[in-house]
């Protein structure tokens, strides 16, 4: 009966939040909190309810907007409202964000988030800083979309020594990847249907060059293995060098080509990068197609586990923004506030890319003659490069011909060495692309 009494004591509380945006993100978490309210507040223990939003432009109309909630255009608004409990971060890019983010915190309002670059950059501040205010920090939707890994990290996986976690983080370039894999288009053709869609902004460098995954990379990393990396760590590389014919002979040879982001923790340190991969179509992750993101981890008590859904859309990410604005409230009142943030991160070593390991697919443009295949061949055993398989194919150009080759496994350094001898044989034109092969 004194549990009953307690729960309806803290269902009659109210919560009050802030909202920083109302973009894409922004007007998700509003229908959400529209249409799962009553939900939230049942597993909450209170009602949570938007008081002041802060946006650009407070005279524009916004009819979702209830009339009871504040529009304002001062941050001052929200920051000495002693009312506001839960400020919630939708605004994106590094600032004004970081310093709202950060004065929000130092007024001992926790903070909810899903700005990627400010936790990529500067996230370990930002828990310190929670930690040092009493307050908490959460940001599952910076990654993945609505897909819950950051929670699952955090606590369903901390009995873990995670080893590996791999996955397809960036939507646009899945989506490219699927159009060129399924129906063969080229890169600019698949470019310009995501620009089309509204999956690839107008400048795509973000997306296409691997930088939105090198940022999600790092903030995976730094809670599966528990350390500081910076962008700096991670070894970036993105898919405007996939051609047809790169996907064309993944079909034959048994892979799809994925863009990965990858994090592995050996004896010689966190291996960290971003970079297009041959998968074997077996592979868990080379079923994940169009927008869908999917996150694999390898841990030594769980084995290997993996989490999939959409990584991008309003209503998903709102998902993620309204679970953590859930356990927020879970903590106000439980009186549980900050109790997550712990340790603070290590310092581990991380591992060059001249020293990481994979297997190679290498696909070059030689003369049509005799003698070609044993040049080549020699180089590599030169290097200590051992060859998986070598395929030899007959192309448009006269006098022309290509050589695809996959490497076993091969420390990076001495497939760069073998990439310079290639260079330097006079029957090699061209190497047409190098990708790293996952088995």
Known sequence: MQNNDKNNAASANKIKIALLGLGTVGSGVMRVFGENGDV?????????????????????????????????????????????????????????????????????????TANKDVLAEHGGELLQLAEENGVDFFFEASVGGGIPIILPLRKSLSANRVTEIMGIVNGTTNYMLTKMTEEGASFE??????????????????????????????????????????????????????????????????????????????????????????????HPLAAVNGVFNAIFVRGNAIGEAMFYGQGAGSLPTASAVAADIVEVGRDIVNGTLGSWHG???????????????????????????????GLIATAFGNSSVSLKSVMQTKRSIPEHAEIVAITHRVTHKFMESALDRLKNLTVVDEIKNVIRVEN
């Not at 916004?62 to 000495?80: A, C, Q, S, Y």
């Not at 790169?246 to 982001?261: N, Q, S, T």
């Not at 603070?344 to 295949?373: A, F, H, M, N, Q």
Request: overall charge negative; proline content about 4%; charged content about 30%.
């Open 189 to 282: 053709t698949a470019l310009k249907e995501a620009q089309d869609l509204g999956y690839a902004e107008a400048d795509p460098t973000a997306d296409v060059d691997g930088l939105d995954a090198a940022r999600k990379a790092v903030i995976l990393a730094s809670l599966a293995f528990n350390t500081k990396v910076s962008l700096k760590d991670v070894d970036t590389k993105g898919i405007r060098k996939i051609k047809p014919l790169d996907i064309e002979y993944a079909r034959e040879l048994g892979y799809v080509i994925k863009l990965l982001a990858v994090g592995r923790e050996s004896d010689k340190g966190i291996e960290l990068a971003v970079h297009p991969v041959f998968l074997p179509k077996g």
């Open 40 to 112: 939230m507040a049942f597993r909450t223990g209170a009602t949570i309810e938007i008081k002041t939003v802060l946006v650009r432009d407070a005279a524009k109309k916004r009819d979702f907007i209830e009339d009871n909630v504040v529009v304002t255009e001062n941050i001052e608004d929200i920051l000495k409202d002693e009312e506001i409990k839960i400020v919630v971060e939708m605004i994106g890019g590094i600032n004004p964000a970081l310093d709202y983010m950060t004065r929000a915190l130092k007024a001992k309002k926790s903070v909810v």
């Open 343 to 373: 340790n603070p991160l290590t310092e581990k070593k991380i591992c060059p890319t001249k020293e990481t390991e994979s297997g190679y697919y290498v696909r070059l443009l030689v003369d049509d003659k005799p003698g070609v295949l």
